[in-house]
């Protein structure tokens, strides 16, 4: 049964959309499914083929609002597994790590070889995947699919997590960059804030996965962590993974193949060509991995819109027990 939708109405939101956000009506955003969850129009055609989507026990995927280290942790996860042989790591993560609802995000438009395959039939590329695959997503777990929600496949999950504010600033560059959207960050804000995002409401999306972190197939990695103790997560992640511990040197060089410098110019990671493409449009497009920091939000927003996004964080963690001082970024 397909999901209930809904037009984004506000009319304030619905004109920084149409204005900023949108090309071609079927990158307009709707509302999907009782979490209202915001995604593209083209969305439609493969909600079914998604939630009925095939999933293997061996499978890993790795989870995560936009902007969260994401990338960051599909190169440790592929590395772990391979125990850090490099052998194929020069390959693209989009092809070693297909992310699971890219045809929902492309339309073909004469699309060459490569986008065909793996972005506009990503679905199709990753059924035909023999053997464990690696599957990123950017979906909500309600719109996952039905096999993960109802227990029948046991795919370990590691869902990324970040500050909301950090999410927010780096999220806002990502648009420019990655989707070529146009507005100035109080208009962006307002459209996060208000929950109409790609991939939003932000805390439905984190407390999903959140409520989930009792089960042993899923585990809850935060971005901070890995700044902090990169090691640690590693070994973390091993054991969920059911990984022997990395000997010295594995260890060494995961922490030196992962390190953002390294990746910000390893071009199986950076996303170069389409930072590249976008920049024939716009010079002044940057990087797809920026700064890889902690807290840059504090230089780029303002104090009054900080403070907008601390009354949203509480209208959204009351009552909850998600923690506060990581929720305002006061710990970090």
Same mark, same amino acid.
């Given at each position: 049964?397909?999901?209930? $939708?809904?037009?984004?109405?506000?009319?304030?939101? =619905?004109?920084?959309?149409?204005?900023?956000?949108?090309?071609? @009506?079927?990158?307009?955003?709707?509302?999907?499914?009782?979490?209202?969850?915001?995604?593209?129009?083209?969305?439609?055609?493969?909600? +079914?083929?998604?939630?009925?989507?095939?999933? /293997?026990?061996?499978?890993?995927?790795?989870?995560?609002?936009?902007?969260?280290?994401?990338?960051?942790?599909?190169?440790?996860?592929?590395?772990?597994?391979?125990?850090?042989? *490099?052998?194929?790591?020069?390959?693209?993560?989009?092809?070693?790590?297909?992310? *699971?609802?890219?045809? %929902?995000?492309?339309?073909?438009?004469?699309?060459?070889?490569?986008?065909?395959?793996?972005?506009?039939?990503?679905?199709?590329? #990753?059924?035909?995947?023999?053997?464990? =695959?690696?599957?990123?997503?950017?979906?909500?777990?309600?719109? *996952?699919?039905?096999?993960?929600?109802?227990?029948?496949?046991? @795919?370990?999950?590691?869902?990324?997590?970040?500050?909301?504010?950090?999410?927010?600033? %780096?999220?806002?560059?990502?648009?420019?960059? &990655?989707?070529?959207?146009?507005?100035?960050?109080?208009?962006?804000?307002?459209?996060?804030?208000?929950?109409?995002?790609?991939?939003? @409401?932000?805390?439905?999306?984190?407390?999903?996965?959140?409520? &989930?972190?009792?089960?042993?197939?899923?585990?809850? #990695?935060?971005? +901070?962590?890995?700044?902090?103790?990169? $090691?640690?997560? #590693?070994?973390?992640?091993?054991?969920?993974?059911?990984?022997?511990?990395?000997?010295?040197?594995?260890?060494?060089? *995961?922490?030196? /193949?992962?390190?953002?410098?390294?990746?910000?110019?390893?071009?199986?990671?950076?996303?170069?060509?389409?930072?590249?493409?976008?920049?024939?449009?716009?010079?002044?497009?940057?990087?797809?991995?920026?700064?890889?920091?902690?807290?840059?939000?504090?230089?780029?927003?303002?104090?009054?819109?900080? %403070?907008?996004?601390?009354?949203?964080?509480? =209208?959204?963690? %009351?009552?909850?027990?998600?923690?506060?001082?990581?929720?305002?970024?006061?710990? $970090?």
């Amino acid at each position: 049964m397909p999901l209930e $939708t809904k037009e984004i109405v506000d009319p304030e939101i =619905r004109a920084i959309i149409d204005t900023d956000f949108i090309d071609s @009506p079927n990158e307009d955003f709707i509302l999907y499914g009782d979490e209202e969850t915001c995604l593209r129009k083209h969305f439609r055609k493969y909600e +079914e083929q998604i939630d009925n989507f095939e999933l /293997r026990d061996e499978d890993i995927i790795v989870a995560s609002f936009p902007k969260s280290g994401t990338t960051w942790i599909q190169e440790m996860v592929w590395l772990i597994k391979h125990r850090v042989s *490099l052998t194929g790591s020069e390959i693209d993560i989009c092809e070693r790590f297909p992310m *699971l609802e890219m045809c %929902s995000l492309m339309e073909s438009r004469n699309a060459e070889e490569y986008v065909e395959k793996h972005f506009i039939k990503s679905l199709q590329y #990753i059924d035909e995947q023999k053997g464990q =695959r690696f599957i990123k997503t950017h979906l909500p777990l309600c719109l *996952l699919p039905k096999q993960l929600k109802n227990g029948t496949k046991q @795919p370990k999950v590691i869902y990324a997590i970040r500050n909301p504010k950090d999410v927010f600033t %780096s999220y806002y560059h990502h648009g420019h960059v &990655m989707h070529g959207w146009k507005p100035n960050m109080e208009d962006f804000a307002k459209v996060y804030l208000g929950d109409k995002v790609l991939f939003g @409401p932000y805390w439905k999306h984190v407390f999903g996965f959140y409520n &989930m972190r009792h089960l042993p197939n899923f585990l809850i #990695i935060k971005y +901070e962590d890995m700044k902090k103790d990169i $090691t640690g997560v #590693i070994e973390k992640v091993c054991h969920f993974l059911g990984e022997d511990p990395l000997t010295e040197e594995q260890l060494e060089l *995961l922490r030196e /193949r992962i390190d953002f410098k390294f990746m910000k110019n390893n071009r199986a990671v950076n996303y170069k060509r389409f930072v590249e493409a976008g920049r024939k449009n716009n010079p002044d497009v940057t990087d797809f991995m920026r700064s890889g920091t902690v807290g840059n939000y504090r230089e780029e927003m303002s104090d009054e819109l900080i %403070s907008k996004f601390d009354e949203w964080i509480k =209208r959204n963690i %009351s009552n909850t027990d998600f923690d506060e001082d990581y929720a305002y970024g006061r710990s $970090t």
